[in-house]
């Protein structure tokens, strides 16, 4: 140990003279750089005893010669670091905190002198021009010097990060971790282009570096998949600079890193990093980026191959264990492989696959080489969390959870049959079907749930205490007797528990319809009923199993039992398909009647005896007996048709012949029952027609209204249910009701014919102020439908909604008193920002007729000093996303915009903080005075106050975000002006006076604020501002 720290104590102290230069050396040498780096060169030559073999005349050449000599030093570090012992943890490190500072800079003006100046001028020679005429070679014979140079540097450098070579390990030095770390990007940038070049760019002084390829490669297979596609992601930003075979070769390994495990993880580790891993606000635009990134098929992979790899790796993020963002961008992909829209080209391929990863754990029995992603539970929290994070589409929900809505059926029942399962994983599965039963199509859901109660066949489950759910072959124990004495059967019928399900039947009868009632649709327990009925009509009459008889009977009486009155999920709600079934029982009852001879026969039971197993029911005295009741075989249906009508018209007070002419049909139908010998016949069918007449007769005076298309919901009733929607406690329920709501106030082309859109004025200030609260919601769902909304209503109802949206966001301010606007009044006005952004991009160039509304307001906003700074700035920023979407709003504006953002610069600007001696003296200033008794902030503490403070509500106008909206404000004004000169239009906006005051106000701000990035930006608005100037020159 001691005799390695000797061997690195003379090199680092050689390549020291690279970067300083001796002491009392002249000052005026350190001014410039030439000078400088010349004389450092010269003393690390002469520490070294090596002669310069070239002389050095220029600035690039004595910045290359030091990237030289600096690679040259670390190789030499390098070769005594591999010979330190790194396992031994009780060994000190040879290399302190300066002296890693000083490799760290020797590896940096490696890249910084030696590869970037060199490589950008190769570029040049790479580039092929706009028309495609064909390449332009630029100083070919000075090139052939600067590419073996590039060639030799990284080469060198792959050789230190592989001492052993492309097929040994990479070196564990901190000269090798540095080289990844940090210059990932510059190696990429080299080892690419260099080692990917095609032939027809590849020339004799130029030559592909073949060489360079395995240790690129080796590379990208070796570090972790962040890193590398963060790396190629920075050189693909490069843009049009990029030669096109650096951008083929660079697209092409991101999708090798893609395709690695953990490379879907890795794209997001890279993109988002660690400011938006622990927030769930991702912005749209950013979603669609990584989700075209992962659904772009490889040129020469097959579809089928790549989703078969990468959709199980985005279903991976589905999990709690990832931040949110990733669970948001895993959900949104997987939701474009599955819209509706169909706008993704291999739908057809993927979506197998998702549904295959999502389904297959609830539908076949596990095997001991499953992993765990292949267990239900695995399968079911992937859904509640991919459901939870997707757009609210109907259709997606319904295509995702119908294909396993009986095993879910029989995973719930299974659940609720158990009283040590985990609540909270019966209320998921609850919570799935019932968000799957209130929005699927209603056809959907009634062959759904009737598949189930005519063929549903139990599964069998297992859960254990972490939660694990596994699909089992039979059943684990049989279900003991239960002794039920008087006292349990009491209580049990008043709770509506009574287990009456004494035959096992599947599904359970009361289990069911208590998961029917809770679905809350109307509609879809309509037609069940119906068609219980229907099946228990046909199994008694045609013969058919008694025991499946006897499940439709018990059904039946648990709908009645629990799904009749005035709730949203009776089976009274949709009366029309009760009445064709009232009537179809009434005229088989009516036909049965003509055809079968009035004869005594045996009185209807349930129970499935044979009728001819006693013969002495043959000979029952009260056959005989001319004054019995005969009861038919239909007698029982026939009384039930009837109840069922009774209770139609009790609920449906409107209903009547005139609505419904159906009526005039079960009326005649009724009059033959009336004169029936049975007494439960008679009273109730006289008792349906004295009300139908009674009906009828009420509404005959009245004046028939205009008709209405029974196939096509009004807006009021979508408007009706939208609201009914938006109270339910079910995020993609609630969204669904604002889903539907911004379809009722979008505007539909006239070629659509019929339309549902909203046009009674009086529901416009309700629909708004619904969206309005949608946008204050933490939901980011929620939000982005109250946005959308929005924008929507602007679009149908135009300046109108407009000029609410921007007196919500404006108004008021001028009778605020300072610093006492509210976080609450904060919060709504800056989201209203957000909707109006919104509105403004999607205006585009049909802005100009909003400008005199939009433009004012928001150049007033930002003008008063006593509101937050928050909201000024997002007044700005709206200014410049209107200047984006149409300069020429902004045309008359320009002057007054630009006048107003060099004042706020001039007065907002901030200086370099003050000295600590300045500090000090008011600091004994501030402790003579008197404390303030209403506690406001003393001077000192304003004075360290740290620009960027977190304080949204504070109006302190010098925080440095409010000074770089307005810098990026006036350079979107001086480039969409010299755009709009250069269209043609004769404009000047800009007077020489305050042409010649902005270079004053700019240059003062980019050498005096305390923000750095103020600095910069006021740099380059004076510089954009210059080019102005040199482009009118030239006109």
Request: proline residues 6%.
């Given at each position: 140990?001691?005799?390695l720290?000797?061997?690195l104590?003379?090199?680092?102290?050689?390549?020291?003279?690279?970067l300083e230069?001796?002491?009392?050396?002249d000052?005026?040498?350190?001014s410039?750089?030439?000078?400088?780096l010349?004389?450092?060169?010269?003393?690390?030559?002469?520490?070294?005893?090596?002669e310069p073999?070239?002389?050095?005349?220029?600035?690039?050449?004595?910045?290359?010669?030091?990237?030289?000599e600096?690679?040259?030093?670390?190789?030499?570090?390098?070769?005594?670091?591999?010979?330190?012992?790194?396992?031994d943890?009780?060994?000190?490190?040879?290399l302190?905190?300066?002296?890693?500072?000083?490799?760290?800079?020797l590896?940096?003006?490696?890249?910084?002198w030696?590869?970037?100046?060199?490589?950008k001028?190769m570029n040049?020679?790479?580039?092929?021009d706009?028309?495609?005429?064909?390449?332009?070679?630029?100083?070919a014979?000075?090139e052939?010097e600067?590419?073996?140079?590039?060639?030799?540097?990284v080469?060198r450098?792959?050789?230190?990060l592989?001492?052993?070579?492309?097929?040994?390990?990479?070196?564990?030095?901190?000269?090798?971790s540095?080289l990844?770390?940090?210059?990932?990007?510059?190696?990429?940038r080299?080892?690419?282009?260099?080692?990917?070049?095609?032939?027809?760019l590849?020339t004799?002084a130029m030559?592909?570096?073949?060489?360079?390829?395995?240790?690129?490669?080796?590379l990208l297979?070796?570090?972790s998949?962040?890193?590398?596609?963060?790396?190629?992601g920075?050189?693909?930003s490069?843009g049009?600079n990029l030669?096109?075979h650096?951008r083929?070769?660079?697209?092409?390994?991101?999708?090798?890193?893609l395709l690695?495990?953990?490379?879907?993880?890795?794209?997001?580790?890279?993109v988002f990093?660690?400011e938006?891993t622990?927030?769930?606000a991702?912005?749209?635009?950013?979603?669609?980026?990584?989700?075209?990134t992962?659904?772009?098929?490889p040129?020469?992979?097959?579809?089928?191959?790549?989703?078969?790899?990468?959709?199980p790796?985005?279903?991976?993020?589905?999990s709690?264990?990832v931040?949110?963002?990733?669970r948001k961008i895993?959900a949104?992909?997987?939701?474009?492989?599955?819209?509706?829209?169909?706008?993704f080209?291999?739908?057809?391929?993927?979506?197998?696959?998702?549904y295959?990863?999502?389904?297959?754990?609830f539908l076949?029995?596990p095997?001991p080489?499953?992993?765990?992603?292949?267990?239900?539970?695995?399968a079911?929290s992937?859904?509640?969390?991919?459901?939870?994070n997707?757009?609210?589409?109907?259709e997606?929900i319904?295509?995702l959870?119908?294909?396993?809505?009986?095993?879910?059926?029989?995973?719930?029942?299974?659940?609720s049959s158990q009283?040590?399962t985990?609540?909270?994983?019966?209320?998921?599965?609850?919570?799935l079907?019932?968000?799957?039963?209130?929005i699927?199509d209603?056809?959907?859901a009634?062959?759904?749930l009737?598949?189930?109660i005519?063929?549903?066949?139990?599964q069998?489950?297992s859960?254990?205490?972490?939660?694990?759910?596994?699909?089992?072959?039979?059943p684990?124990?049989?279900?003991?007797?239960d002794?039920?004495?008087?006292?349990d059967?009491?209580q049990?019928?008043?709770?509506?528990?009574?287990d009456a399900?004494?035959?096992?039947?599947?599904p359970d009868?009361?289990?069911?319809?208590?998961f029917?009632?809770?679905?809350d649709?109307?509609?879809?327990v309509?037609?069940?009923?119906i068609k219980?009925?229907?099946?228990?009509?046909?199994?008694?009459?045609?013969?058919?199993?008694?025991?499946?008889?006897l499940?439709?009977?018990?059904?039946?009486?648990?709908m009645q039992?629990?799904l009749?009155?005035?709730?949203?999920s009776?089976i009274?709600?949709?009366p029309?398909?009760?009445l064709?079934f009232?009537?179809?029982?009434?005229?088989?009852?009516?036909?049965?009647?003509?055809?079968?001879?009035?004869?005594?026969?045996n009185?209807?039971?349930i129970?499935?005896e044979d009728?001819?197993?006693d013969?002495e029911?043959?000979?029952?005295?009260?056959?005989?007996?001319p004054?019995?009741?005969v009861i038919?075989?239909?007698?029982e249906?026939?009384?039930?048709?009837i109840?069922?009508?009774?209770?139609?018209l009790?609920?449906?007070?409107t209903?009547s012949?005139?609505?419904a002419p159906?009526?005039?049909d079960?009326?005649?139908?009724l009059?033959?029952?009336?004169y029936?010998?049975?007494?439960?016949?008679?009273?109730?069918a006289r008792?349906?027609r004295m009300?139908?007449?009674?009906?009828s007769?009420?509404?005959?005076?009245?004046?028939?209204?205009k008709?209405?298309d029974?196939?096509e919901e009004s807006?009021q009733?979508?408007y009706?249910?939208?609201?009914?929607?938006l109270?339910?406690p079910?995020?993609p329920?609630?969204?669904?009701?604002?889903?539907?709501?911004?379809?009722l106030?979008?505007?539909k082309?006239?070629s659509?014919?019929?339309s549902?859109?909203?046009?009674?004025?009086?529901?416009?200030?309700?629909?708004?102020?619904?969206?309005l609260?949608s946008?204050?919601?933490e939901?980011?769902?929620?939000f982005?439908?109250?946005?959308?909304g929005?924008?929507a209503m602007?679009?149908?109802?135009g300046k109108?909604?407009l000029?609410?949206?921007?007196?919500?966001?404006?108004?008021?301010?001028?009778?605020?008193?300072?610093?006492?606007?509210?976080?609450?009044?904060l919060?709504?006005?800056?989201?209203?920002?957000?909707?109006?952004?919104?509105v403004i991009?999607?205006c585009g160039p049909?802005?100009g007729?909003?400008?005199?509304i939009?433009?004012?307001?928001?150049?007033?906003?930002f003008?008063?000093r006593?509101i937050?700074?928050?909201?000024?700035t997002?007044s700005?920023?709206?200014?410049?996303?209107?200047?984006?979407?149409?300069?020429?709003?902004?045309l008359?504006?320009?002057?007054?915009l630009a006048?107003?953002?060099?004042?706020?610069l001039q007065?907002?600007?901030r200086p370099?903080?003050?000295?600590?001696k300045?500090?000090?003296?008011?600091k004994?200033?501030?402790?003579t005075?008197?404390?303030?008794?209403t506690?406001?902030?003393?001077?000192?503490e304003?004075?360290?106050k740290?620009a960027g403070?977190?304080?949204?509500l504070?109006?302190?106008?010098?925080?440095?975000?409010?000074?770089?909206?307005a810098?990026?404000?006036?350079a979107?004004l001086?480039r969409?002006t010299?755009?709009?000169?250069e269209?043609?239009?004769?404009?000047?906006?800009?007077?020489v006076a305050f042409?010649k005051?902005?270079?004053?106000?700019?240059?003062?701000?980019?050498?005096?604020?305390?923000?750095?990035?103020?600095?910069?930006?006021?740099?380059?608005?004076?510089?954009?501002?210059?080019?102005?100037e040199?482009?009118l020159?030239g006109?």
């Open positions: 140990m001691p005799d720290r000797d061997a104590i003379p090199l680092l102290e050689s390549s020291s003279h690279l230069s001796k002491k009392g050396e000052a005026s040498a350190a410039n750089l030439q000078s400088l010349q004389e450092r060169l010269q003393n690390y030559y002469s520490h070294e005893g090596i073999t070239v002389s050095i005349s220029s600035l690039q050449g004595s910045q290359l010669a030091t990237a030289k600096a690679l040259s030093a670390l190789e030499r570090i390098e070769k005594v670091l591999l010979l330190d012992d790194t396992t943890a009780t060994q000190k490190p040879l302190g905190t300066r002296d890693l500072a000083q490799i760290r800079t590896i940096s003006l490696v890249f910084k030696g590869t970037e100046p060199l490589l001028s040049d020679t790479w580039k092929v706009v028309k495609g005429k064909g390449r332009r070679i630029i100083e014979d000075v052939d600067s590419y073996a140079t590039v060639s030799n540097i080469t450098v792959m050789t230190i592989f001492p052993q070579g492309v097929k040994g390990n990479m070196s564990p030095t901190v000269i090798s540095t990844t770390n940090r210059h990932l990007v510059d190696i990429l080299c080892s690419i282009p260099l080692g990917w070049l095609p032939p027809s590849s004799p030559p592909t570096i073949d060489h360079l390829r395995p240790f690129t490669m080796r297979s070796t570090l998949p962040a890193m590398l596609i963060s790396a190629l920075s050189i693909l490069d049009h030669p096109m650096v083929k070769a660079a697209s092409s390994f991101i999708t090798q890193q690695r495990p953990g490379g879907v993880l890795g794209l997001c580790e890279s990093g660690e938006e622990s927030g769930d991702v912005k749209l635009e950013k979603l669609e980026q990584i989700s075209r992962l659904v772009s098929v040129t020469r992979m097959a579809p089928q191959e790549y989703f078969g790899v990468i959709v790796r985005i279903i991976q993020l589905l709690e264990r931040p949110a963002s990733y895993a949104f992909t997987l939701s474009q492989m599955l819209g509706s829209q169909k706008t080209q291999y739908q057809d391929v993927a979506a197998p696959f998702v295959s990863t999502l389904h297959l754990p076949r029995l095997t080489e499953d992993k765990p992603q292949a267990l239900p539970s695995t079911l992937n859904l509640l969390i991919l459901i939870a997707c757009d609210p589409s109907p997606l319904s295509n959870l119908s294909p396993i809505i009986a095993p879910l059926y029989s995973l719930f029942f299974y659940l009283k040590t985990d609540p909270r994983l019966k209320e998921s599965v609850q919570g079907l019932v968000t799957w039963g209130k699927v209603p056809s959907r009634v062959d759904l009737w598949a189930l005519q063929e549903g066949r139990e069998y489950w859960a254990s205490l972490d939660g694990t759910i596994r699909l089992i072959p039979e684990q124990e049989t279900r003991p007797l002794l039920l004495t008087p006292d059967l009491k049990a019928e008043e709770q509506n528990s009574l399900n004494i035959f096992d039947l599947y009868p009361g289990h069911l319809v208590r029917l009632k809770l679905l649709r109307g509609d879809v309509s037609e069940l009923f219980v009925l229907d099946a228990y009509q046909q199994s008694k009459t045609s013969g058919g199993d008694p025991m499946k008889s499940h439709y009977l018990q059904i039946f009486m648990q039992l629990q009749l009155g005035e709730s949203s009776s009274l709600r949709k029309d398909q009760l064709s009232i009537k179809q029982v009434l005229e088989s009852a009516s036909v049965s009647e003509k055809e079968t001879p009035t004869s005594p026969v009185r209807l039971d129970n499935t009728k001819d197993s013969d029911d043959e000979y029952d005295s009260d056959d005989d007996d004054t019995s009741e038919k075989p239909d007698d249906m026939v009384e039930t048709a109840n069922l009508l009774l209770s139609v009790e609920m449906h007070e209903l012949a005139r609505t159906i009526l005039n079960i009326f005649s139908l009059e033959p029952i009336t029936r010998e049975s007494s439960a016949l008679r009273p109730i008792e349906a009300v139908i007449t009674a009906r007769a009420s509404t005959s005076t009245t004046t028939p209204g008709a209405r029974a196939e807006a009733e979508i009706q249910k939208s609201l009914k929607l109270q339910d079910i995020l329920v609630r969204a669904h009701g604002l889903l539907l709501l911004r379809q106030v979008t505007p082309p006239k659509a014919g019929k549902t859109t909203v046009t009674d004025p009086a529901l416009i200030p309700a629909i708004l102020s619904i969206f609260q946008i204050q919601d939901d980011s769902y929620i982005l439908n109250g946005v959308q929005l924008a602007v679009d149908g109802f109108d909604v000029r609410g949206l921007v007196k919500d966001y404006s108004g008021g301010l001028e009778t605020m008193p300072a610093d006492s606007m509210s976080q609450q009044d919060d709504v006005r800056i989201r209203i920002g957000e909707a109006l952004s919104t991009v999607r049909t802005l007729k909003f400008g005199d939009l433009i004012p307001a928001l150049f007033s906003v003008r008063f006593g937050p700074v928050t909201l000024r997002s700005l920023s709206l200014l410049a996303d209107a200047l984006g979407a149409y300069p020429l709003v902004m008359p504006y320009t002057e007054d006048q107003g953002m060099i004042d706020l007065v907002e600007s370099t903080p003050l000295m600590p300045a500090k000090e003296a008011l004994s200033e501030e402790e005075k008197p404390q303030d008794a506690g406001d902030e003393s001077i000192l304003e004075v360290e740290q403070d977190n304080d949204h504070t109006a302190n106008s010098k925080y440095p975000p409010l000074r770089r909206a810098l990026h404000l006036l979107l001086i969409s010299a755009q709009a000169i269209d043609g239009h004769q404009i000047m906006p800009f007077s042409v005051r902005a270079h004053l106000t700019l240059g003062y701000i980019s050498g005096t604020d305390e923000d750095s990035v103020v600095r910069v930006m006021a740099r380059e608005v004076n510089e954009e501002l210059s080019s102005f040199s482009y020159v006109l």
